[in-house]
């Protein structure tokens, strides 16, 4: 069984950082392609970034891409996105997901698994 755990979200300050993890089993972690995803409330799920399999390209959403940073470390099966210079509109469940292509894509419909998310609410 696939499992996603998604972990590091909080409360921060504008302006601080955060690192979200989301720890994989139950799959070959290092032939996945992996995602972060956000939602907003009353917002529509949102792609933040992406990684391809194994050594991993990166891919971004253009808004986002100066100050989130997606990376993977294989071995722990886990991937990460750190977050700097955070706003008071990056506040969302922010979520992993995984796609067997292991291609990065920006489309929700491409991943296969997801987590449950993590809440990250920045302050003004």
């Known amino acids: 069984q696939v499992q996603l755990v998604e972990s590091g979200g909080g409360l921060v300050q504008a302006g601080g950082s955060l690192r979200l993890s989301c720890a994989a089993s139950?799959?070959?972690?290092?032939?996945?392609?992996l995602g972060w995803f956000r939602q907003a409330p009353g917002q529509e799920r949102k792609f933040v970034a992406g990684?391809?399999?194994?050594?991993?390209?990166?891919y971004y959403a253009d808004s986002m891409k100066e100050r989130f940073t997606i990376s993977r470390e294989n071995a722990r099966n886990t991937v990460y996105l750190q977050m700097n210079s955070l706003k008071p509109d990056d506040t969302a469940i922010y979520s992993c997901?995984?796609?067997?292509?292991?291609?990065?894509?920006?489309?929700?419909?491409?991943?296969?698994?997801w987590g449950q998310g993590t809440q990250v609410t920045v302050s003004s």
């Open positions: 997901a995984a796609s067997r292509s292991g291609l990065y894509s920006r489309h929700a419909y491409d991943y296969d698994f």
């Open positions: 139950g799959l070959t972690f290092s032939t996945y392609a």
């Open positions: 990684i391809a399999r194994g050594a991993g390209g990166t």
